[in-house]
């Protein structure tokens, strides 16, 4: 286990110079220097714009056509999907269970879509921008050595990854782009219910409370009567707003009185799920992203202690979902409260100051560069940042230990 410890007392006392000229530097800076170096950068995405997951019952159908999700020519890339050891692409029972039900119109649920793909390969050239073409940090070209994707198993997500590679290198590549994943029971991109019973019972007991409490509960029973919605039909704002939005975003027809309750549907649904994954239930969030945390973070160490067996990585990239960043905000202390957009991202850089060796992460959210609480700065000194992840981060073994705790510590969080 990678040793979380602040600098000793001692340590502090004797370097307060030092320590005094880095947090100066860390103010004022606002782009990188001849005195720093970045080291490595690690991208953590949503999916683009996707079919929805479920509609809205009872009311006026959106017809979602095939040629919704027609792949334009310049998000091809050859590709492969492997398991994390290079084997067979896992069986992923989220997607079959999409394709086990057919949306009005003719496609599946869950479906990244043309509008979707665009969004990930303008998201892959802004990320070209910044790291080719304004700091010459990457190859222009794709290289497996330098760059790791990774992608839940899930085939939006995956598209995704595929779809941001080709806008980030132009479609340039010498290598096969492999993109990892692993099997539904130890997936940590999002959180897992499924392998880890502690959270299913923790947020299992969160979800259905969200729902009830009084002001959501009362919204919640005029928006259906406005729809039209029987009282005993089970829906919520997250899935309410979860078709809304993708109507919007393809241009769809929503019923018209949405019109009026769309700002109290964002309102309610974010709402909601600040509910379930609730900063202050440490327990709870920590099983939610401890060990996505623990990675990003081992990432980190492993590039400044020289200890990764590709050192010639820069990038990792992550595409993953809405109930991966959502979590992933409140932990790093800097969720808005509003609901990531399709193709948002959060954006780790690792600097180290070429004279001094200390090293910075700064963290950006949609490419605007944010303080993290506990942090004397955007570029935060790396102990700081440790010290900001670790009420949340968890390492593999902790996190196994404590999905496997007994059914009656349900309620404790």
């Keep these: 286990m990678r040793t979380r410890n602040l600098l000793t007392k ?16 860390s103010h004022k800076k606002t782009e990188p220097t001849q005195t720093d170096s970045l080291k490595l950068v690690q991208v953590l995405f949503r999916h683009g714009a996707r079919t929805p997951l479920k509609s809205i019952p009872g009311i006026m159908e959106a017809q979602w056509v095939p040629n919704l999700l027609e792949p334009p020519a310049h998000t091809q890339i050859n590709y492969v999907v492997t398991d994390l050891e290079g084997g067979p692409r896992p069986s992923s029972p989220v997607e079959d269970s999409y394709r086990a039900n057919i949306l009005t119109g003719g496609t599946y649920p869950g479906q990244l879509t043309t509008v979707g793909m665009q969004q990930l390969y303008e998201l892959g050239e802004r990320l070209r921008k910044r790291y080719i073409q304004d700091t010459a940090f990457l190859n222009p070209t794709f290289s497996p050595t330098e760059v790791y994707v990774r992608s839940t198993n899930i085939v939006r997500t995956i598209e995704s990854a595929k ?3 080709a806008g980030l290198f132009y479609q340039s590549q010498r290598d096969m782009v492999p993109i990892l994943t692993t099997e539904a029971e130890s997936e940590i991109l999002y959180p897992n219910y499924h ?23 009362a919204d919640l029973r005029s928006i259906k009567s406005a729809l039209g919605i029987a009282a005993q039909q089970r829906v919520d704002f997250i899935l309410i707003r979860d078709d809304m939005v993708a109507r919007e975003t393809h241009g769809l027809p ?24 609730e900063p202050s239930k440490r327990e709870n969030l920590q099983l939610c992203v401890g060990p996505l945390l623990h990675v990003l973070m081992g990432n980190i160490e492993d590039k400044l202690q020289d200890t ?3 050192p010639n990585r820069k990038l990792f ?17 800097i969720f808005d409260m509003r609901w990531p957009p399709y193709a948002s991202d959060i954006t780790l850089e690792l600097h180290q100051h070429r004279q001094t060796k200390e090293a910075f992460v ?17 570029y935060c000194p790396l102990q700081e940042f440790k010290q900001a992840l670790s009420n949340y981060s968890l390492t593999f073994e902790l996190y196994e230990s404590l999905c496997n705790q007994p059914a009656k510590r349900e309620l404790l969080c």
């Design 362 to 378: 700064k963290v950006s959210y949609i490419g605007q560069d944010q303080l993290v609480p506990g942090c004397s700065g955007v």
């Design 163 to 165: 779809c941001l590679v």
């Design 195 to 217: 392998g880890c019973r502690l959270l299913k019972l923790l947020s299992g007991h969160r979800w259905a409370e969200s729902s009830t409490l009084p002001d959501i509960a």
């Design 10 to 25: 001692a340590g502090v006392l004797g370097s307060v110079s030092m320590a005094f000229g880095s947090m100066l530097w």
């Design 308 to 310: 990764t067996s590709e």
């Design 254 to 277: 929503c019923p018209p009185v949405l019109d009026s309750w769309r700002n109290t549907v964002e309102r309610r649904a974010v709402e909601m799920i600040y509910h379930i994954y």
């Design 317 to 333: 990239l992550y595409s993953a979902h809405d109930t991966t960043l959502i979590p992933c905000l409140m932990a790093l202390g």
